[in-house]
């Protein structure tokens, strides 16, 4: 009886195995909320700006204009919504030939507030260098549905978090042009609960008093929790034109992660009994941050009115598929369809006095999933959002930022699964909406 119910728990699992993350957006999982000033403006001029420690981050050749030690650091909230319109379907093989249990249809919505930390520290060297050391979380998704949801055998609860830490060295060559290299560690967790129909496992083993399918009191779980450390590296380069303009490039490597975990699976195989069958299984899965290459433009028009643009490259493609095997033989390989995309922002920033400073700035970010592979995990469409920030100096060595970004709604059809090939889908309407809202300090020493 164990063999076979390890045999079905193979089955019904694999829709849950990769369904992954969902809402913390930018595009796909990697996250812009990485600097307060950066927020403010739109990311428009990440590059190239070069006036505070987050261009270790962003472009480390900055870090030489940077004249004293500095230490930046600062929080994002991130508050999504995700409404689903739509139902799921399971296919449940019955003792007579197969049932097809609906959890059935409705509205299912997520709603997060989530806080994601940064830190960045620039430390001038003799002979025009400077060390910089950035701290941020530039991978982050996740989701939390309800667990009686008509989506749960799709997706549940999950959470998907990298942090990095990056050390880079600057070096000025001429008046005009410095060049940086860094060395990034970045550690990627991801955890997964989703839920399969038990009355399946019951009607496979010719059990009596199976209950019915799709009930949720009765749901199976399968839990994915697996980590991983891993390097890269970012090199950048800036250039003064004049005493107005300069432009920056930079360039963050793929970090490959081979995720190590275990999946804990569970399930009630009789109505009328308690017990539950329990597996445990080790697992392993293959993802990567994507590469990415910025080219910036800093211009000031004024002695108080400064502007910029960008231009962001990232390499989706490398994001084929989602991949998990298991020793237990619960495998599963889900191709992607990304493509590579470029983020376009432009925005600027005004001295109103010596101490107070305003920015804005729009940026358009355009979604890496084609319309036919949209999922509950990953619904975006096309990015287009605006930014406010404002800047205090409270005194020379401290001052505050503050930024709010909001990004248009927007909604798409989105398919989960394959019944045939996975024993389970849901089809529905995807609406989304999001806004962050940031909170740092810069500390000049």
């Known amino acids: 009886m164990r063999d076979t119910a390890i045999r079905n728990l193979r ?3 694999l829709p849950a195995l990769v369904a992954f ?8 999982y990697i996250l812009d909320e990485l600097s307060v000033r950066r927020l403010g403006d739109a990311f428009s001029g990440g590059a190239a700006e070069a006036r505070d420690a987050s261009t270790a981050y962003y472009n480390p050749a900055g870090l030489v204009r940077l004249t004293k030690p500095e230490l930046v650091g600062g929080v994002a909230m991130l508050s999504n919504t995700l409404h689903f319109t739509g139902g799921a379907t399971i296919a449940s093989p019955g003792i007579n030939g197969g049932v097809t249990a609906v959890p059935g249809e409705g509205n299912v919505t997520h709603q997060s507030k989530d806080v994601v930390p940064n830190f960045y520290y620039a430390i001038p060297t003799p002979n025009k260098g400077a060390i910089g050391i950035a701290f941020n979380v530039p991978m982050a998704s996740t989701i939390d549905m309800p667990k009686d949801s008509a989506i749960r ?4 609860e999950s959470s998907l978090v990298g942090m990095r830490l990056t050390v880079s060295l600057a070096q000025s060559l001429t008046d005009q042009l410095s060049v940086a290299m860094g060395f990034a560690i970045e550690r990627l967790d991801l955890e997964n609960t989703t839920a399969f129909d038990s009355y399946s496992i019951c009607s496979m083993l010719t059990l009596p008093n199976c209950g019915t399918p799709g009930d949720a009191s009765r749901d199976g779980r399968s839990k994915l929790e697996a980590d991983d450390l891993n390097w890269g590296f970012t090199f950048g380069t800036l ?8 432009v920056g490039a930079s360039y963050r490597s793929r970090i490959r992660h081979d995720l190590e975990g275990d999946v804990h699976l569970s399930a009630y195989p009789q109505a009328s009994a308690h017990r539950q069958i329990r597996l445990v299984t080790d697992a392993r899965l293959t993802m990567s941050s994507p590469a990415s290459a910025s080219l910036s433009v800093f211009h000031a028009l004024t002695p108080r009115l400064n502007v910029q643009a960008d231009a962001t490259w990232t390499e989706w493609s490398t994001f084929e598929a989602l991949d998990v095997r ?11 369809h990304w493509h590579n995309t470029w983020r376009l922002a432009v925005g600027g920033d005004y001295a109103l006095t ?11 970010d355009p979604t890496p999933i084609p319309k036919a592979y949209r999922t509950l995990s990953f619904p975006m469409e096309t990015y287009i959002a605006g930014s406010l920030g404002a800047s205090y100096a409270f005194s020379e060595a401290l001052s505050g930022d503050f930024a709010l970004q909001r990004t248009l709604p927007f909604k798409s059809q989105t398919l989960d699964g394959n019944l045939v090939e996975q024993g389970g889908e849901s089809r529905g309407e995807s609406k989304g909406s999001t806004y962050s809202i940031g909170a740092g300090l810069r500390w000049r020493l």
């Open 239 to 246: 250039y003064q034109i004049d005493d107005n303009t300069r």
């Open 326 to 336: 298991t020793t237990l033989g619960i495998n599963q390989r889900q191709p992607q």
């Open 153 to 156: 055998y799709q997706n549940q």
């Open 21 to 28: 993350s969902g809402p913390l957006w930018a595009q796909g």
């Open 354 to 364: 010596d101490r107070f400073t305003v920015r804005a700035g729009i940026d358009r």
């Open 11 to 13: 089955l019904l699992s």
